[in-house]
C-alpha cells in the first residue's frame, strides 16, 4: 500500500493525447494532500520515446506486443495485474473512449470504488467531479484505501503536466496476455475529402437548436458570407444533418480557431472540451443560464433564427 | 443496476448485449463496462458501427478526430453504442400501436440491489463560473450591426 498517484497515460497512432498531460497535472495537486508520489504509467511496444515531457517523479514502463495498440481487454489485464502487486492510493484515467473501456472494468474486477467525471481534486484531496451535463458539481472525499478516477478536461491546464525533464523509467513486469477476447484489425482514417476543420481559422457551430437539417442552409449562408465553415456538435451529426468529418467535440474534432461562433449549442462539457483553446467565441442562445455563455467572450441571448438571416444580410452588405 | 441486469442476462444467455455509452446527465459511462465485467464478458465502448460474424462481432469504436479502429470481439460481449450509421428516425404511431398489440411485456423479478462500490457525495454545487460572456444586447438588426463592428476588430472582414 502506498499514498502514490497513478496516472494512465493514453496514446493513439504514437501521439500522446491531452488528457494524459491534464492528469498529470491532477495528479500532482492530489500528491501534495496524499503525500505520495506522481507515477506515469505507460503501457505499449517500443514506446518508450513517449515518455519525454511528463511532469512526473517517476515512469512505469509496460512493453508487450499486445500493448502496441489500445485493447480494452489486454489494458485491463495488464492494469488489474499493477494495481493488485502496488496497491496505490489513486489510479486516474481519462474519462475518454480509452479510459472509459478499462476504468469501471477494473473498478468491478477488482472489487474497488470509482470515481467519474472528476474535473479537479481540493486541497484536502477530495474529488471534484462534474454531473448533469457540468451544471452541478459534486464533490467527496477520495475513496479509500484505492480509489479509481475517471478524469474529464477542463480542471487543469494539460501543459501544468509538462516538464522538460521527464523522471527516469522503470520497465515494469507485464502479465500472460493470453486468450484476449478484444483484437484490433485496423485504424480507419477520417475521409480527407472535405474541408478540415481543425485547420479553418473562423467556424460557425451549429448544435440542436438548428432543429432540422434544411435549415443547416441558413448556417452556410452566413459562413459564406463571411468566409467559414459550418461544423456541428453531436446532435447535429447524429443526425446525418452534417458529415462526421464536420464533429466538433470530445469524439470528432478540437479546434483552435480565431472565432468559434456557436449558435443552438447549450455547452455540454464534452463539446466545449474540443473548443476552450480558441480566440474568441461568440455564442447564440435563447437559455441565458446555457454553459456555453461561461466559456463565450461574448454572448447573444435570442432564437439564432431571429439572428441569422439577419446578420447574414449585414455581412454581405459590408463585404 | 449493472448488477441486477447481469443476473437477468446471465439467465437469457445473450451472446450480444447493447448498452448506450454514457447518460446525457451524468456522464458516468459505467453501465455497460460494469454489467460486461459482472458477465465476464468483455467490453467496447464509443462503437458505431458493428456487425456479427462467425461468433464474433467486428465492431467499429470511435477515437477522437474521426479516426475508428476496426475491431474483433469474442461473443459473448457488451458493447457501449455511441452512434448508427443510419440516423434514428421516429416509428409511424400506427406501428407503435401494432407492436402493442403483437407482443407482451415479460416481467423479471431484478434481485436485491447491492450498491456498493460508489462513492460517497458530500455536498453538491453550481459551479463557479470563472467567467461570463459580454453579452450584446439589442433587436437582431442593432445585435449584427455590433457582430459586423466586432468582426473587423477582430480581423475577419
Not at chain 1, 473548443?275 to 446555457?290: H, L
Request: proline letters at 5%.
Amino acid at each position: 500500500m502506498s499514498q502514490d498517484i497513478y496516472v494512465v497515460i493514453e496514446h493513439l497512432q504514437g501521439q500522446v493525447s491531452d488528457i494524459s498531460y491534464t492528469m498529470l497535472a491532477g495528479a500532482r495537486e492530489l500528491s501534495q494532500a496524499t503525500g505520495g508520489k506522481v507515477i506515469a504509467v505507460l503501457l505499449g511496444h517500443n514506446a518508450k520515446d513517449l515518455a519525454e515531457d511528463f511532469a512526473a517523479d517517476q515512469i512505469l514502463y509496460l512493453d508487450h506486443e499486445l500493448l502496441a495498440e489500445f485493447t480494452s481487454d489486454a489494458y485491463q489485464k495488464a492494469l488489474a495485474d499493477l494495481i493488485s502487486k502496488d496497491q496505490p492510493r489513486a489510479v486516474l484515467f481519462g474519462n475518454t473512449s480509452i479510459g472509459a473501456d478499462v476504468a469501471s472494468v477494473l473498478s468491478m474486477r477488482l472489487g474497488l470504488p470509482l470515481v467519474s467525471s472528476c474535473r479537479s481534486f481540493t486541497e484536502e484531496g477530495k474529488f471534484v467531479s462534474q454531473i448533469c451535463g457540468g451544471k452541478i458539481m459534486a464533490e467527496g472525499e477520495l475513496p479509500s484505501p484505492i480509489a479509481l478516477v475517471t478524469m474529464a478536461p477542463g480542471g487543469y491546464q494539460p501543459d501544468q503536466g509538462r516538464s522538460v525533464d521527464s523522471p527516469p523509467v522503470t520497465e515494469s513486469t507485464v502479465p500472460a496476455l493470453e486468450a484476449l477476447r478484444v483484437t484490433l484489425s485496423k485504424y480507419i482514417e477520417p475521409e480527407s475529402t472535405d474541408v478540415d476543420i481543425s485547420k479553418e481559422p473562423l467556424l460557425i457551430a451549429v448544435g440542436r437548436g438548428i432543429q432540422n437539417k434544411d435549415n443547416i442552409e441558413l448556417a452556410d449562408a452566413l459562413a459564406q458570407a463571411i468566409g467559414g465553415v459550418v461544423c456541428g456538435s453531436r446532435p447535429v451529426i447524429d443526425q446525418g444533418w452534417l458529415s462526421t468529418s464536420r464533429l466538433v467535440g470530445k469524439s470528432g474534432k478540437q479546434v483552435k480557431l480565431k472565432i468559434y461562433f456557436a449558435m443552438g449549442i447549450s455547452g455540454a462539457p464534452e463539446h466545449t472540451e474540443a473548443i476552450t483553446q480558441s480566440d474568441t467565441i461568440i455564442a447564440v442562445n435563447t437559455d441565458p443560464k446555457a454553459p456555453i455563455f461561461d466559456i463565450a467572450k461574448y454572448g447573444i441571448q435570442m432564437d439564432l433564427f431571429e439572428l441569422v438571416e439577419v446578420l447574414t444580410e449585414h455581412l454581405k452588405a459590408k463585404v | 443496476m449493472a448488477r441486477s441486469f447481469a443476473a437477468i442476462i446471465k439467465e437469457l444467455q445473450a451472446d450480444l448485449v447493447l448498452t448506450g455509452v454514457q447518460a446525457h446527465n451524468d456522464l458516468d459511462g459505467s453501465a455497460g463496462p460494469l454489467l460486461a465485467e459482472c458477465l465476464q464478458s468483455p467490453y467496447v465502448g464509443y462503437v458505431s458501427s458493428a456487425a456479427i460474424n462467425d461468433g464474433k462481432s467486428v465492431i467499429r469504436k470511435e477515437y477522437p478526430g474521426g479516426l475508428l479502429a476496426e475491431m474483433e470481439v469474442t461473443l459473448p460481449a457488451v458493447l457501449g453504442i455511441q452512434a448508427a450509421e443510419q440516423p434514428p428516425r421516429y416509428v409511424a404511431v400506427s406501428k407503435v400501436r401494432q407492436a402493442m398489440k403483437a407482443s407482451s411485456i415479460e416481467e423479471m423479478d431484478a434481485s436485491d440491489f447491492d450498491p456498493s462500490g460508489a462513492p460517497a457525495v458530500g455536498r453538491m454545487f453550481q459551479p463557479e463560473a470563472t467567467a461570463h460572456a459580454e453579452m450584446i444586447e439589442g433587436s437582431p438588426e442593432e445585435v449584427s450591426a455590433k457582430l459586423v463592428d466586432l468582426f473587423k476588430e477582430l480581423g475577419v472582414l
